[in-house]
């Protein structure tokens, strides 16, 4: 059934309807007060040239010193091989022939890596712990910045000079050959395989790259939320459970930060191998020296090549599996 609405009806809906117009007019007088409550969140807008800018140093950088070198590094291994260096602009494969004409590179190659893993996780396993006590045991920032300094002295001296410190300590006259003949009376002759081998130059590169490892945990544990510890232990965790479910998922942007330095850093490395290992035993970086040597820049290049797109395949494989995201 349909009504006709009286006169009082109408009056009231009029009534209604200026009621609702006041109240969008008041509205409308305070809108200019949103964009300063927008501003004050996402901070201020800046124009396109203000933004380029603050890019361009940055992004100059990059292309100067990381992009145009890797570039220049890919176009020398395409580059025809002279007696002198390299005839620009004239592009072969060549020199990645000559680089596998053999085994030697596919298994040094192999072993640079499998040496790299190794090295990155027994970093981990030393600078873990360490990062954890000076972040986590170590109660006021005095002492921790005091003992913090303590464990980055050996890296005030020099890289060579750290190299080759390992001498007297693991040499056939070495301290620990010293202990093993004389009082230990452990063996009879000094031992030759800790020196000039594989021990000995994963020993050396532990000791020169364990700081990058501990450095970005140590940070990272040192500003995690304590809120998050409280109350996992309010809830009746144990120590253990803390560690493995907040305080170690907590810490991974760390770990991850630190295994990309010590893989990067130790893959690339052909200085200690070249010293702690005498000759005996080789990597990419040696490999690829030998070649720039002889000269051979065209096959160098192409063996600095491939080691930066296996370095590239590992660290995407790293932040691949550390589902890093879902942590942070």
């Known amino acids: 059934?349909?009504?006709?609405?009286?006169?009082?009806?109408?009056?009231?809906?009029?009534?209604?309807?200026?009621?609702?117009?006041?109240?969008?007019?008041?509205?409308?007088?305070?809108?200019?007060?949103?964009?300063?409550?927008?501003?004050?969140?996402?901070?201020?807008?800046?124009?396109?040239?203000?933004?380029?800018?603050?890019?361009?140093?940055?992004?100059?950088?990059?292309?100067?010193?990381?992009?145009?070198?890797?570039?220049?590094?890919?176009?020398?291994?395409?580059?025809?091989?002279?007696?002198?260096?390299?005839?620009?602009?004239?592009?072969?494969?060549?020199?990645?022939?000559?680089?596998?004409?053999?085994s030697v590179y596919t298994n040094t190659l192999r072993d640079t890596v499998i040496r790299s893993v190794i090295i990155t996780l027994l970093c981990i396993l030393i600078g873990y712990p360490i990062a954890f006590f000076l972040a986590r045991c170590v109660k006021t920032v005095k002492f921790q910045i005091a003992l913090f300094i303590v464990v980055l002295a050996p890296f005030w001296v020099a890289y060579v000079v750290r190299i080759v410190s390992w001498l007297p300590v693991l040499g056939r006259q070495g301290l620990i050959n010293y202990f093993l003949v004389n009082v230990l009376q452990v063996v009879q002759e000094p031992v030759d395989a800790l020196f000039y081998s594989t021990f000995a130059i994963t020993l050396a590169l532990i000791q020169l790259y364990v700081l990058f490892m501990v450095t970005p945990i140590f940070f990272q544990l040192a500003t995690l939320d304590n809120a998050s510890v409280e109350a996992a232990r309010d809830l009746g965790a144990t120590p253990s459970r803390v560690f493995r479910e907040v305080i170690f998922p907590l810490s991974l942007p760390g770990v991850l930060i630190g295994c990309i330095f010590v893989f990067v850093l130790t893959m690339g490395e052909f200085a200690t191998v070249r010293l702690i290992g005498g000759g005996t035993i080789q990597s990419v970086g040696t490999i690829v020296y030998e070649a720039y040597v002889l000269?051979?820049?065209?096959?160098?290049?192409?063996?600095?090549?491939?080691?930066?797109?296996?370095?590239?395949?590992?660290?995407?494989?790293?932040?691949?599996?550390?589902?890093?995201?879902?942590?942070?």
Not at 14 to 26: F, H, L, M, T, Y
């Open 1 to 102: 059934m349909v009504t006709s609405l009286s006169s009082n009806d109408h009056h009231a809906l009029d009534e209604a309807k200026a009621e609702v117009a006041a109240a969008e007019a008041v509205e409308k007088q305070t809108l200019p007060e949103a964009p300063l409550g927008i501003m004050a969140t996402s901070g201020p807008v800046r124009s396109p040239l203000v933004t380029l800018a603050w890019i361009a140093p940055g992004t100059i950088w990059l292309l100067l010193f990381l992009i145009a070198p890797l570039l220049m590094i890919v176009l020398v291994s395409l580059w025809e091989r002279t007696p002198v260096g390299f005839e620009a602009f004239s592009f072969t494969g060549a020199a990645y022939g000559r680089l596998f004409e053999t």
């Open 295 to 328: 000269p051979d820049l065209p096959k160098a290049a192409a063996g600095a090549t491939i080691l930066v797109a296996v370095m590239t395949v590992g660290v995407a494989i790293m932040l691949r599996f550390s589902k890093i995201r879902e942590v942070v």
